[in-house]
């Protein structure tokens, strides 16, 4: 039973949530309802979402959300044509044209029939607890009865792995076939907003006595490869205290604070304040933190909370502390959260924690920087040799088997350039910042592309990658300093004197120049090419002005070991390097 064959792009046109609820905001305590989005993340930006939605009007949403939102929204098409196809006459399409309320009407008609699978599934909204939200799949219980949720997300939710003896195996099954059983070729990626939300969906589905008694549910992630499937039973109390804390944030009943978390890098509030209320709101999020000299500015999310509990609620606070380290501190040496308050109230960006800062130096030394359009590929691979920028790029849209080619191109390139070191007797050593996206599309392109001419084996990969010529030069600074204000090269490579020519240059703005520098909505724009290359450039320039700066090969004014404070000139004891 296929029905809503009029629009089959699974929109949803009461909004744009992404598990298909409506995007209705709440006005009052009587209409406040709250989707599972709401469980994880920022309490202080959930709480002026709801009291001032009029401020958002006309904000233009990030480029780099805006992407992963409509990637998702393809996926979940792909998705749903594939089961679909797979077995028609056993699906049931709830018809995402019509209102919110007819299409949980519709869902609630579907389960009272007994339908096998439905896609689409909307339950109603919950007046007194403020529940509202919808999964991509309801799958029928053929054994218990009942309904199990399973949602379709765009990331990753397992990785492969050898099969090993193991105390813990994730449970999968067939994608066409619901049979859970544990999965040794698997092992799990944590994301406990999952979770979260397919407990929420199981409470809704329990409120219509349609919940499976099995408490599972199911997650369909990016490689679309096998159902992911998770317990709920251990999750109910802390899913249960999360929501009543939540809900009586939106209903205004519980009072929340600014409080720097990773989303602050994304959300409009950090910047846009509300005007006329009290203080909490008259400014920004970051002018509130900052004229608080909140303590989250240097110790963000789980650690500020430590702290709070006790009783350090601002930088002053903890550049004071006196006596033992906190028992419950999980966060590297205390005294490095110390150091860093103090480097704060200085305007110190750097603190040296070694006497002499040292990085591996080679005769031969390339810098590498890649460049990847979310998770499609990797389509340039920017590379520094001798001063001079060399790219090895596909222009196709990603996904396109001519990534395979730069990247063959790419790889036999800097081989060929370590082969011939070592011919001539000399070292060599390659650089990037941050290896964790390098190593991954190393393998994940020799994985992809394998026999392709050029293209690694992943022993090969795996060979360079664990040995000492593969430099991370992150890895150096994470080691060498204490950073008060974030370790990213944007924050690294300023202070060695090195500038971007691009003052829009970043991560997520390359996501939008790549959009169009491709033509996925239009004509290729080749200027956001070179707007690109020119980025890409400037990053592995900003590694090599970084490496040399913290270890010069000859002896110069301009140095870390000369430039950045030591510990000690911070006054608290003493801490190993």
């Known amino acids: 039973m296929y029905s809503g064959i009029g629009d089959r792009s699974g929109r949803n046109h009461e909004g744009g949530h992404r598990d298909g609820t409506a995007d209705d905001r709440p006005r009052d305590a009587t209409t406040a309802f709250v989707d599972a989005r709401a469980l994880i993340g920022c309490r202080h930006r959930l709480h002026l979402n709801a009291t001032h939605p009029e401020m958002l009007t006309g904000v233009t949403e990030d480029a780099g959300v805006r992407q992963r939102r409509e990637a998702a929204s393809a996926h979940r098409t792909q998705v749903r044509e594939a089961l679909i196809a797979a077995d028609p006459d056993n699906w049931l399409v709830i018809d995402p044209t019509l209102r919110a309320g007819d299409r949980a009407a519709a869902t609630l008609r579907a389960c009272a029939a007994g339908t096998q699978n439905i896609w689409g599934g909307l339950l109603p909204q919950e007046a007194d607890t403020g529940r509202r939200g919808g999964s991509e799949i309801l799958l029928r219980d053929l054994d218990r009865g009942g309904y199990i949720p399973v949602i379709v997300v765009n990331h990753k939710v397992t990785d492969p792995r050898q099969p090993e003896p193991a105390d813990f195996h994730p449970t999968t099954s067939d994608l066409y076939r619901w049979d859970p059983q544990p999965d040794p070729h698997r092992k799990l990626r944590q994301q406990p907003r999952d979770q979260q939300r397919l407990v929420h969906l199981y409470r809704m589905l329990q409120r219509h006595g349609l919940a499976s008694p099995a408490l599972v549910g199911g997650v369909i992630g990016y490689h679309f490869d096998r ?48 005007t006329g209320e009290e203080s909490t709101e008259g400014v920004s999020c970051e002018g509130w933190l900052i004229e608080h000299r909140d303590v989250s500015l240097v110790a963000p999310g ?34 490095e959260a110390v150091v860093t308050a103090r480097a704060w109230l200085a305007g110190a960006p750097l603190v040296r924690r070694v006497d002499k800062v040292w990085v591996r130096r080679a005769d031969v030394e390339v810098d590498v920087d890649l460049e990847s359009y979310q998770e499609y590929g990797a389509y340039l691979w920017g590379t520094l040799l001798d001063g001079q920028y060399r790219p090895f790029a596909t222009w196709d849209p990603l996904p396109t088997a001519d990534e395979g080619r730069s990247f063959g191109e790419f790889w036999t390139w800097l081989m060929t350039v370590r082969a011939e070191a070592v011919a001539a007797g000399k070292t060599f050593a390659a650089y990037c910042y941050s290896r964790t996206a390098e190593d991954k599309w190393l393998y994940e392109s020799a994985r992809r592309f394998a026999g392709r001419p050029g293209v690694p084996t992943v022993d090969q990969v795996r060979s360079f990658v664990d040995g000492p010529q593969w430099v991370d030069m992150f890895q150096a600074v994470s080691d060498q300093f204490i950073c008060p204000n974030g370790k990213g090269l944007k ?33 290729p724009d080749l200027g956001q090419r070179t707007r690109l290359l020119e980025y890409n450039e400037d990053d592995v320039r900003a590694t090599m002005v970084l490496r040399e700066w913290m270890h010069p090969r000859e002896p110069g004014p301009h140095s870390a070991d000369l430039e950045v404070p030591a510990l000690a000139d911070f006054g608290r004891r003493s801490i190993a390097s």
């Open 227 to 274: 159902i992911l499937v998770h317990d709920l039973g251990p999750l109910l109390a802390d899913y249960d205290r999360r929501y009543a804390d939540r809900i009586a944030v939106v209903r205004g009943e519980l009072p929340t604070v600014p409080s720097k978390v990773p989303e602050c890098r994304q959300c409009p509030w950090w910047t846009r304040g509300v």
């Open 302 to 335: 789980s650690r500020a909370d430590v702290l709070r509990g006790h009783g350090v609620e601002t930088i002053d606070d903890l550049a004071g502390w006196v006596g033992e380290d906190p028992e419950d501190w999980q966060h590297g040496p205390f005294d």
């Open 491 to 523: 924050k690294i490579a300023p202070v060695a004197g090195f500038a971007w020519r691009d003052p829009e240059a970043g991560g997520e703005a390359s996501m939008s120049w790549y959009r169009r520098a491709v033509g996925y909505e239009g004509e």
